[in-house]
């Protein structure tokens, strides 16, 4: 089992920042690409990030490419989402994942285990 849990989500005005946090627990870490997910009310979840095991390779969806950037230090079971030029439409609870690959998947029923999320809300 690999317990996930998101924090640093919170209300934020357009353009602002925010720099979401994944702490892990359970399992070997650096065996696992992790995943960041997010979920708007009456929307599907969708691939918002994802990292390699070793951090060395890193993939977006088209709507944050540019704003958003996922970084990961292994040493301290952490995965981040640094968040820039926040947008209205990026509002939404946002989850981390973990799958045990090398690489990170973009479909979420890929993924082995999952965060409860952090909500972030982006104010025009």
């Known amino acids: 089992q690999v317990q996930l849990v998101e924090s640093g989500g919170g209300l934020v005005q357009a353009g602002g920042s925010l720099r979401l946090s994944c702490a892990a627990s359970?399992?070997?870490?650096?065996?696992?690409?992790m995943g960041w997910f997010r979920q708007a009310p009456g929307k599907e979840r969708e691939f918002v990030a994802g990292?390699?095991?070793?951090?060395?390779?890193?993939y977006y969806a088209d709507s944050v490419k540019g704003r958003f950037t996922i970084s990961r230090v292994n040493a301290m079971e952490k995965v981040y989402l640094q968040m820039n030029s926040l947008k209205p439409e990026d509002t939404a609870l946002y989850h981390c994942?973990?799958?045990?690959?090398?690489?990170?998947?973009?479909?979420?029923?890929?993924?082995?285990?999952w965060g409860q999320g952090t909500q972030v809300t982006v104010s025009s």
């Open positions: 994942a973990a799958v045990f690959r090398v690489a990170p998947a973009r479909a979420m029923n890929e993924y082995d285990y």
């Open positions: 359970g399992r070997t870490f650096s065996l696992y690409a």
């Open positions: 990292i390699s095991r070793s951090g060395g390779s890193t």
